[in-house]
């Protein structure tokens, strides 16, 4: 069964740095695209980032482009999110997500409990 958790979170003043990892088990982690979404205080989920199977090519929301870089280990089975520059609008629970493409469409399909990432001065 898939499995994917979440660590990393905690509280950080604006302008600091965050590492999040997700450990993934379950499934070929090295076969399949992989997200970042997240889910602000009161709001739904926003997607944040994804990366592709091999680890070459990634892709960012506007509102954290420039500021957060996706990376993963494949050798570990293990999904990265650095985050800098934090504001106090990045504050949300982060969850990855394994990004499925089935009968057409495409999924991502999120198994974890997330982890609290808070921005506060």
């Known amino acids: 069964q898939v499995q994917l958790v979440e660590s990393g979170g905690g509280l950080v003043q604006p302008g600091g740095s965050l590492r999040l990892s997700c450990a993934a088990s379950?499934?070929?982690?090295?076969?399949?695209?992989m997200s970042w979404v997240r889910q602000a205080p009161g709001k739904g989920l926003e997607w944040v980032s994804d990366?592709?199977?091999?680890?070459?090519?990634?892709y960012y929301a506007d509102s954290v482009k420039g500021r957060f870089t996706i990376s993963r280990d494949n050798a570990r089975n293990t999904l990265y999110l650095q985050m800098n520059s934090l504001k106090p609008e990045d504050t949300a629970v982060y969850y990855c997500a394994k990004d499925v493409t089935l009968r057409g469409y495409r999924y991502l399909e999120v198994w974890g409990q997330g982890t609290l990432v808070t921005v506060s001065s």
């Open positions: 990366i592709n199977d091999g680890g070459g090519s990634t």
């Open positions: 379950g499934f070929t982690f090295s076969s399949y695209a």
